[in-house]
């Protein structure tokens, strides 16, 4: 309803909206019912008056339509937008309505409905139609994929009646009263018809800032009566297209000729296309670009063909649909090792039941372990050929180097173990550990037999 106007119409649980249209002693209204709720209709009258109700000119007989007189005071309680606030206390109020209840109202209750009052020929009359809910029908695309320093517009078109609800843009990153108020600069409405309404936001002038979810709302109506309507709401994402940033998170030599990368980038939502990798070695005054471009698809690789004990400065650009990124060189100096690192296990049973066997090994040097990440284990049935495995596993280097047990294995039957240490960073193993053959036993052991137990004392 219209705040502070001489509307006599209200609407349990849901809404309506009344538009005086003119006043004193004939007054017509426009009223908005929600297909399916129950809308009422109503007039002053006093208990010496009488009050016909016609919708179209005619009688009304619709049993899904009901009449009843309201005290004033019971609808201010039960409705309090039923009389105006500077009417409350008026003696010439009037003290009784009668009302007019539609039910579960359809499309083929609008019309025309006045209420006559027989007594001083004055009448009231509505003009009742259905209202349209808001609901967002068109939009620009989900996904708009576009470039720095263009102008991008975004739109939504509204459907809705009557067009009176507040339709704004948010920007679902931001937050705060001034990135609304930048929106909302940057925002225009205009009517397409007596039901729809386009709403476009333009932004100029792109860059990174502008990446984010966009969002068309549309609020409720402060005309409306009801405070269980939700906003609607439809949201586009838009990517700023740009060159990539890319940053060298760790480097490492892993080999007399290996250096080990990884990184980071920034795909300036347009796909990485390669990396290009450049070094400067020692003593040389210019970088020299890597023999080959690395797949956009990597985020890590292990370089090659670097001259042992040779210290290095490694940097690395991207390249995508807009262009090449800057170069990020590595902060720290790389120097290749002398030597590749090479551990071969050497591999023994531990011990055995009926159907497990434990190996063991013993740890690398100190000045390996950095190098290896885990072991690779396979076992097979002795005296077969080793392709035929039985089981393989994979086995964490760690400081307590623990012993390995398979289980699930046949009873009484020889076993051949092989082990070979693995770089987590090169996804290179090393070289096979000499074949150990195990058994397991033939059955669970049995309780202790001849058991002897001898007893010494210690002066210490």
């Known amino acids: 309803m219209w705040k502070k106007q001489a509307s006599l119409c209200w609407l349990a649980s849901v809404y309506v909206v009344c538009q005086l249209v003119a006043a004193k002693s004939n007054q017509v209204r426009e009223e908005y019912f929600i297909t399916g709720s129950n809308g009422t209709l109503s007039c002053p009258t006093s208990e010496n008056q009488n009050i016909v109700w016609h919708k179209n000119g005619a009688n009304i007989s619709d049993p899904r339509i009901s009449f009843l007189i309201v005290d004033s005071s019971e609808a201010i309680r039960k409705w309090s937008y039923l009389v105006p606030e500077d009417e409350v206390d008026d003696p010439n109020a009037p003290k009784l309505y009668y009302t007019l209840t539609i039910h579960n109202f359809t499309k083929s209750d609008e019309g025309n409905y006045t209420c006559y009052n027989q007594e001083n020929g004055l009448n009231m009359s509505y003009t009742v139609r259905t209202v349209i809910l808001p609901k967002i029908t068109q939009t620009s695309n989900d996904k708009i994929r576009t470039k720095t320093t263009s102008i991008q517009q975004l739109y939504c078109v509204i459907e809705a009646f009557p067009l009176s609800h507040t339709v704004y843009w948010v920007k679902e990153d931001a937050s705060g009263e001034n990135s609304l108020k930048a929106l909302a600069n940057n925002s225009e409405q205009r009517v397409i018809d007596d039901r729809h309404m386009n709403a476009t936001l333009t932004l100029r002038d792109l860059s990174k800032a502008n990446n984010g979810t966009y969002s068309c709302v549309v609020m409720p109506s402060a005309q409306m009566q009801a405070t269980s309507l939700h906003e609607v709401k439809k949201s586009m994402a838009l990517l700023i297209l740009d060159v990539p940033q890319v940053t060298i998170d760790y480097a490492k030599a892993v080999g007399a000729n290996k250096i080990y990368l990884n990184w980071t980038v920034n795909d300036g939502n347009d796909p990485i296309k390669n990396y290009i ?44 649909g807009q262009g090449d990124s800057k170069h990020h060189e590595y902060s720290e ?90 770089s987590e960073l090169t996804k290179i193993c090393g070289n096979w550990s000499d074949p150990v053959n195990g058994t397991t036993s033939d059955g669970q052991a049995s309780a202790p037999r001849n058991l002897k137990i001898t007893c010494s004392h210690h002066n210490i």
């Open 277 to 320: 990798v450049r070094y400067l070695k020692t003593g040389d005054q210019t970088f020299t670009y890597y023999r080959e471009k690395i797949g956009g698809n990597n985020s890590f690789y292990v370089l090659d063909g670097f001259d042992p004990g040779t210290d290095y400065k490694i940097s690395l650009g991207a390249s995508n």
């Open 333 to 422: 100096t790389i120097r290749t090792l002398d030597t590749d690192p090479s551990f071969t296990p050497q591999v023994e049973v531990k011990g055995s039941t009926h159907s497990t066997i434990t190996i063991g090994w013993a740890p690398p040097p100190a000045n390996l372990t950095d190098y290896i990440q885990y072991y690779e284990l396979v076992v097979s049935l002795a005296g077969v050929n080793a392709s035929i495995m039985k089981k393989e596993a994979f086995h964490p280097q760690n400081s307590r180097n623990l012993p390995y047990m398979f289980d699930n294995l046949a009873t009484a039957t020889e076993y051949t173990f092989r082990v070979r240490a693995c």
